[in-house]
């Protein structure tokens, strides 16, 4: 599986977009790149994913670079019950099991 | 359509117990899996099962550790003589037969060896 770095943590205004980047450069022609959040004590959640186009859903929006070396989590407007450790995840479909890294603590401040 | 159910959401045994973790999954799930996080770090893969088969458990302790996942019934993780050292968040997740890298996760049992 690909590697990833991710900042350690962040902060954002509330009401105000949240922009998590994520570095897979070494990711593979099959990955796919997903997202998950752990909120504080809690069972970790599924966000999104993509392969190489731009993806959004209720939650979330998926930036995917041309090259697929990075992406971007993007929360539109993020409010405090999205203080959480958001994890970037490159899945390959023959692998069975998700590889949680140190994540990005995303602190969204009042 | 309720989510993944864990239980106990606590448990406290002493040095030498057995600690016993179930886990249901959401209907219609034939994959199970479970991941572990000890404190202040990130969660670890240990062991993802199928109905009455256990597919891949490269992440399960070689010892005192063991699950199984029966035709009827939760799936069960369980940790013979525990240790401090098995203090610890659980998590149980489930996916569908196709797509397992959509998982479902549980609240978590949470581990305290006295």
């Known amino acids: 599986d690909a590697k990833t770095t991710q900042p350690t943590s962040m902060d954002c205004a509330e009401g105000r977009a949240a922009n998590l980047p994520c570095n897979h450069s070494?990711?593979?022609?099959?990955?796919?790149v997903y997202w998950y959040r752990q909120i504080h004590s809690q069972g970790p959640q599924y966000i999104i994913h993509g392969l190489k186009n731009n993806e959004t859903n209720e939650m979330a929006s998926l930036i995917i670079t041309e090259d697929r070396k990075s992406s971007t989590l993007i929360l539109p407007h993020a409010t405090l019950r999205d203080t959480a450790v958001y994890y970037c995840?490159?899945?390959?479909?023959?692998?069975?099991?998700?590889?949680f890294g140190t994540g990005t603590r995303l602190t969204v401040i009042p | 359509n309720a989510g993944v159910m864990q239980n106990p959401r606590h448990l406290v045994r002493r040095r030498g117990q057995e600690a016993r973790l179930r886990c249901s999954p959401m209907?219609?799930?034939?994959?199970v899996y479970w991941y572990r996080q000890l404190p202040e770090e990130g969660l670890k893969f240990m062991v993802y099962l199928q109905k009455e088969n256990i597919i891949d458990e490269s992440g399960m302790p070689k010892e005192r550790f063991s699950a199984e996942f029966p035709k009827e019934g939760p799936s069960i993780l369980r940790i013979q003589q525990v240790v401090r050292g098995d203090s610890a968040a659980y998590f149980c997740?489930?996916?569908?037969?196709?797509?397992?890298?959509?998982?479902?996760f549980g609240p978590g049992t949470r581990l305290l060896v006295l």
């Open positions: 997740a489930s996916s569908p037969p196709s797509g397992w890298e959509t998982q479902y």
């Open positions: 070494t990711i593979s022609g099959n990955e796919y």
């Open positions: 995840i490159p899945c390959d479909s023959g692998a069975n099991n998700l590889f």
């Open positions: 209907k219609g799930h034939s994959h």
